[in-house]
């Protein structure tokens, strides 16, 4: 499988577009998102498929990643194919294509299912800014949860959460079956209704509504989503400094959301959809810019309110430059610029931003670093507020801190990343290349890491010709799962590869190398299961050291647990003299050998375990499987044991 392919796997929808928007290719998700099949949709223009409403948006978003290179993002609608679009949180960069070099653009829906909040954020900040008010609306509970909007009506919601009956009650009774119908709507989008509303305390208020019915990401829940307008025309002080107090909450609750989010940023690509979808929000702003440094250059991503076009002149910025962003981003020091004079006369041969010329008459700009002075730069966030706005100490104080946690997060992340690099490269410097076409043999091995600590383990296998013909098969497992594991994994299938290229028999191999160890007093004790198979006639001689027994699964479906002769465990008894068995592997069977996390867990017994995984190689032959499927139906199967341990699984087949 290419690079191209893994970009298309997941479960959300995602495709590949030339740098002008044509589709080159799709996952079978985007197709159905869209409403077309895969084949209808190749060679489209891939904004050409969404509703006429989204259409400048997605063609955006793929121009803006084809021109810059930069990561680009944002919340658009899907068709939907239940009447309810779609709300996702599309992102789209540049990649290569392996097979011709070809620069394209790879557009995919993010996964928000942890954090659904980001997708609702688009549609409040236009909804604050068109003056009307967002409620969402759960029929499975009958709650509506106020989502901001204008303050004078967040005042009318004095309760961010209420029961529909609460809000039935306050709703002229005139006005009630219109409210229920309003919510009963199968329709898309329905039309505005009229409500008199009676708050607390204060006379009729004439409001008008109108519901969307929205699924929150690709395979989320559906919820009912209500714009509300007040037509009211006197407005009284106490609706202001309810509204005040809300937008207090408001915010409260964001920076509360913010920070939980940097915090549990597991990648750099989480933490960038934090930034960009959070930030302005939070703080009132316009328009947010995340950059980092790679390899002392500017690597710039923007949210919705600042386009990538206007900040080109940012992206690829050496860390040097004399300009507001890479000085903050050196010297650790958050930077104020309320006007274009005050730029001017602070950075004078600074690059020109786009925005530079409406300096003071449209917005001001604050720059808070990811970093303290004196420490390794990582980069800065740039957010733009609105003309005539000028953020407070305190709200200067705390974006200070969340950008330092999101420093922090930064630096784990990629701390995190580089002990995974590593360990990857380790480990497969550790698997063997297995022998390819042998006449009358199918061989093939997986490998899963621990789910605990680094992507690398002690578990191992290996196969290779004997010089008299026959193939040599094993698998073992070192204790333990960690880099020492993998040390002494290597170590000993080494020498067993070394031992065998000497000895006859398998018995002899395991006595020969079990020895060894115990001479060097190696730290780390092994199990391991060896066999010999002869290609022409099926027979097999194997031998075991305290491993977990064989599986043999034949093409009618049937299995036996096979459990070899041998020993105890390798590196522990001195002077142990192992036994082996001789068996033949009839055509068209396999034998299936697998370590003890792929048939043990918390909640499977070893017996079962075994007894399951062979009655799935059993069925994988009869259903004409080869080797290869055949071992990914055993290794998928080891996920549900909810093992902790590193897995592998090599399959012989005698065709």
């Known amino acids: 499988m290419d690079a191209s392919d893994e970009l298309l796997r997941g479960a959300e929808p995602a495709a590949l577009l030339t740098l002008d928007g044509a589709i080159r290719s799709l996952n079978a998700a985007m197709a159905t998102a869209l409403g077309s099949s895969a084949e209808q949709c190749l060679g489209l223009d891939f904004s050409d498929l969404w509703p006429a409403g989204q259409r400048m948006s997605a063609e955006s978003l793929v121009a803006h ?129 009229r409500l008199r509303y009676l708050p607390e305390h204060e006379g009729w208020h004439q409001l008008a509504a109108q519901t969307r019915r929205i699924q ?101 910025l050496p860390l040097d430059h004399p300009s507001a962003l890479p000085e903050a981003i050196r010297t650790g020091k958050p930077q104020l610029i309320p006007d274009r004079e005050d730029y001017i006369r602070r950075w004078p041969h600074g690059a020109e931003f786009p925005r530079l010329g409406r300096l003071g008459s449209d917005y001001a700009t604050s720059i808070t670093p990811l970093s303290e002075a004196g420490n390794q730069p990582l980069g800065a966030w740039l957010v733009t507020y609105r003309s005539g706005y000028q953020p407070s100490l305190d709200e200067r104080t705390l974006m200070g801190t969340l950008a330092d946690l999101a420093g ?21 410097t550790m698997l063997p290349t297995l022998p390819g076409h042998l006449a009358g043999l199918e061989v093939a091995a997986r490998y899963r890491p621990s789910r605990d600590g680094l992507d690398i383990g002690g578990d191992w296998y290996d196969a290779f010709v004997m010089p008299d013909g026959t193939v040599a098969m094993e698998i073992g497992d070192a204790q333990g799962h960690d880099v020492d594991a993998a040390a002494a994994m290597g170590q000993v299938r080494a020498s067993m590869r070394a031992i065998a ?5 398998p018995a002899t191999v395991l006595t ?51 459990e070899l002769p041998g020993g105890p465990v390798l590196g522990v008894v001195s002077d142990t003299e192992y036994s082996e068995e001789n068996f033949t592997l009839d055509e068209d069977s396999a034998l299936v050998m697998v370590t003890d996390g792929v048939v043990e867990g918390p909640s499977l017994t070893l017996e079962a375990g075994l007894e399951r995984a062979g009655t799935l190689a059993g069925a994988a032959l009869h259903d004409g499987l080869n080797a290869e499927e055949t071992a990914d139906r055993v290794l998928d199967a080891s996920v549900a044991v909810d093992h902790l341990d590193d897995v592998a699984v090599l399959v012989i087949r005698r065709t």
């Open 65 to 193: 990643a084809a021109k810059t290179k930069a990561v680009a993002m944002r919340v658009l609608d899907f068709p939907g194919q239940g009447g309810a679009p779609v709300a996702s949180l599309i992102e789209a960069q540049q990649v290569k294509d392996p097979a011709s070099d070809e620069q394209l653009v790879w557009v995919h829906a993010l996964d928000a299912r942890n954090d659904l909040a980001s997708l609702l954020i688009p549609f409040r900040m236009a909804t604050t800014a068109a003056h009307l008010g967002l409620w969402m609306y759960s029929p499975d509970d009958h709650q509506l949860e106020w989502l901001g909007g204008a303050p004078a009506l967040a005042a009318l919601f004095p309760d961010p959460t209420v029961s529909l009956s609460i809000v039935i009650s306050a709703v002229h009774p005139d006005d009630r079956e219109a409210l229920r119908q309003l919510l009963r709507s199968a329709s898309a989008r329905s039309s505005w209704v």
């Open 216 to 316: 929150l990401g690709y395979g989320g829940p559906e919820r009912i989503f209500g714009m509300l307008r007040d037509d009211t025309k006197q407005e009284k002080r106490k609706e202001e400094a309810q509204a005040a107090l809300t937008a207090e909450r408001q915010q409260a609750k964001d920076i509360a959301d913010f920070s939980s989010a940097l915090i549990t940023a597991a990648t750099e690509q989480e933490l960038q959809q934090v930034v960009l979808t959070r930030l302005a929000a939070t703080f009132g702003a316009s328009g947010a810019l995340l950059a980092l440094v790679d390899e002392g250059r500017l690597r710039v991503s923007t949210d919705a309110g600042i386009a990538m076009w206007e900040v080109d002149v940012l992206h690829g």
């Open 512 to 562: 020969r190398t079990n020895e060894l160890l115990v001479t060097m007093g190696a730290a780390r004790f092994a199990s391991c299961t060896m066999l010999h198979i002869d290609p022409r006639d099926g027979q097999v001689t194997g031998a075991s050291a305290g491993h977990v027994p064989l599986l043999c699964a034949r093409d009618d479906g049937s299995h036996s647990i096979h």
């Open 501 to 505: 290229a000497h000895e006859p028999d």
């Open 408 to 428: 922090q997060a930064l630096r784990r992340i990629r701390l995190q990343q580089a002990r995974v690099e590593l360990a990857t490269v380790l480990q497969k």
